[in-house]
């Protein structure tokens, strides 16, 4: 099936009642969705996510509607797209016949049931590009030695920038460790220590990171929750720094999220709801 590189348009038909509909034109980078509290932003994501899924679950292709929804990508004649969404609120588990399978008495939040599946997706990428690397290096092509040394740059380039981030409370990332793990004094932390605010950031550079610089749709709802204005402020910049390929599509009512040259890329509610 052919990938997307991006979503080029999302339509919600009669999202409110009154028969008011939503029609969003979308960036292939970055694109925030603003308003005031109520006014729609989480729906809109929920919907819009719930239209990715009918497409990768096979009941509709691109640009068909379903529960008044319809999703369309680009190139046009893409027949699927690819996609991470991510839930920035740590609340409690609740799942308890998941809890009941889980072998690890670790994960009790949301955040953490996403770093322990991010976890094997964390190890499947390092599978990934050592196998390529041990391609290059064994094809006898000298240009492809060189590419080789590219391989494990994007990898590298995480672990400095959460090393940087958590510089303030001494925490570096465990970089001979195949798992995610931290030192703290001397001290190996998991990740299900961390904060929320560190579980959070964490979760969503491990997710662009495993996506390897391909294309695909990082959704996310308020991001900013529990996260540091600093860390706020620098989010996209690194997420975009990681993969360059990735369409970010955001709700957000924080300023500091786009004050780092993100102000066009912001779409208020009132500017794509169509009576």
């Not at 990938?3 to 348009?9: D, F, L, N, V, W």
């Not at 979308?26 to 809109?44: A, E, F, H, M, Y």
């Not at 294309?215 to 997420?239: G, R, T, V």
């Amino acid at each position: 099936m052919k990938q997307a590189e991006y979503i080029s348009r999302i339509e919600i038909k009669a999202l409110w009642r009154g028969g008011r509909h939503i029609e969003w034109n979308l960036r292939p980078d970055v694109n925030i969705l603003s308003g005031i509290n109520g006014v729609g932003k989480s729906t809109i994501i929920n919907h819009s996510v719930k239209g990715l899924m009918n497409i990768d679950s096979g009941e509709i292709q691109p640009g068909e509607v379903r529960h008044g929804i319809i999703i369309e990508l680009s190139p046009s004649d893409a027949e699927c797209m690819k996609y991470d969404v991510i839930r920035s609120f740590d609340r409690p588990l609740l799942h308890s016949d998941l809890l009941e399978k889980l072998a690890d008495s670790r994960v009790k939040t949301e955040l953490d049931w996403q770093i322990y599946k991010l976890q094997k997706r964390f190890l499947d990428y390092q599978v990934n590009i050592g196998n390529r690397m041990i391609e290059l290096l064994t094809s006898g092509n000298p240009e492809d030695a060189i590419k080789a040394t590219e391989v494990t740059k994007p990898k590298t380039l995480f672990q400095d920038m959460i090393d940087k981030l958590f510089d303030e409370t001494k925490k570096t990332i465990d970089r001979k460790s195949n798992e995610i793990q931290f030192y703290q004094n001397g001290e190996i932390l998991t990740p299900y220590q961390l904060s929320s605010g560190e579980k959070q950031l964490l979760v969503i550079l491990m997710t662009v990171l495993v996506e390897n610089q391909e294309h695909y749709a990082l959704i996310m709802d308020e991001p900013e929750i529990s996260l540091h204005i600093d860390w706020q402020q620098s989010l996209i910049k690194n997420i975009r720094t990681l993969n360059p390929n990735v369409q970010i599509i955001l709700s957000t009512h924080s300023p500091a999220l786009i004050m780092d040259g993100w102000i066009d890329r912001v779409t208020e509610v009132d500017d794509i709801s169509k009576a």
